[in-house]
């Protein structure tokens, strides 16, 4: 059983947990991701790592109430245990590769979208800790939603707010602060963009314009965690990846964001993926047990 230390509520449905998980925590990277299970009969559901303390043994994570397992979850209190906790697990952030003084030259952007900030807050902290500032763009549907704008404001060089409707920080897409900051003279070298597949398809429709390479988190597809139930296939390339074992991160202009947000919703109904599984054969993969392909 694993610990919960700490539980914050950030907006109606949005919450943090801080989880005593030594051996997780002593191998986190910034970009990885866990897999928890509430209990026995629980779903299990992968989520970013939002921070981690090698010192304390803890993880952090932060969700979104989107279903029963999630809604059980939030309903847990700092005393209280999950059942697994898994991780680390995929690919850490490809900045973590790179060597130090390479790293203090490049002149990076974060685009954050929604709960997307949770998995920019770890790569920026760590960047600050090896003494390299970045620039980071938080956008909101509302202020109501906006989370870990105090936490960021630590670590980031510039931190830029944006909200759909104007009730904070400047009106409009992530995407009209990107292009602001580019005509205001400011020169990047490589954009880091999580959250909404939507969000992260204009993102990279922007940064492909403006020739900035532009690296995307495609943990919003995720379900199995595994590689086996193929809910996050994604063609980047031209190639089949699947975002847990290959990624999450890859080359934003690289991947095919029409197909995969139309593959998600085919993917949430019995019917779809039957059509998903005739249709894509020897590389469907089928461990999820729902469409039939694991037998």
Request: hydrophobic share 35%; aromatic share 6%.
């Amino acid at each position: 059983m694993y610990k919960i230390i700490r539980d914050e509520k950030l907006t109606d449905n949005i919450y943090l947990m801080e989880i005593e998980a030594p051996r997780v925590a002593k191998n986190c990277l910034p970009g990885q991701f866990i897999i928890l299970r509430s209990h026995s009969k629980s779903e299990r559901i992968p989520l970013t790592i939002c921070d981690y303390s090698k010192e304390k043994g803890t993880v952090t994570i932060v969700f979104q109430i989107v279903g029963a397992g999630t809604q059980f979850l939030a309903e847990l209190k700092a005393g209280d245990s999950v059942q697994d906790f898994v991780g680390p697990l995929g690919r850490p952030s490809e900045l973590t590769d790179m060597p130090l003084d390479e790293l203090k030259k490049k002149k990076i952007l974060f685009v954050a979208g929604g709960v997307g900030t949770a998995p920019v807050y770890p790569q920026v902290k760590w960047l600050k800790e090896k003494g390299v500032t970045a620039d980071v763009i938080i956008g909101s549907k509302t202020k109501d939603l906006l989370i870990m704008e105090d936490m960021m404001k630590e670590v980031a060089g510039g931190l830029y707010i944006t909200t759909d409707d104007g009730s904070y920080g400047d009106h409009g897409m992530v995407t009209n602060s990107i292009q602001k900051l580019v005509d205001s003279g400011k020169k990047y070298d490589v954009c880091i963009a999580i959250g909404p597949m939507i969000m992260m398809k204009f993102v990279c429709k922007l940064t492909k314009e403006l020739d900035l390479p532009t690296v995307v988190s495609l943990n919003p597809i995720m379900v199995d965690g595994t590689g086996m139930c193929g809910a996050c296939r994604v063609t980047v390339g031209g190639e089949v990846k699947f975002a847990c074992v290959d990624g999450p991160e890859f080359d934003g202009h690289q991947v095919d964001f029409d197909q995969a947000m139309k593959r998600q919703q085919l993917y949430k109904t019995d019917e779809g993926r039957a059509f998903l599984k005739a249709k894509e054969g020897d590389t469907h993969h089928g461990g999820c047990g729902n469409c039939g392909g694991d037998k």
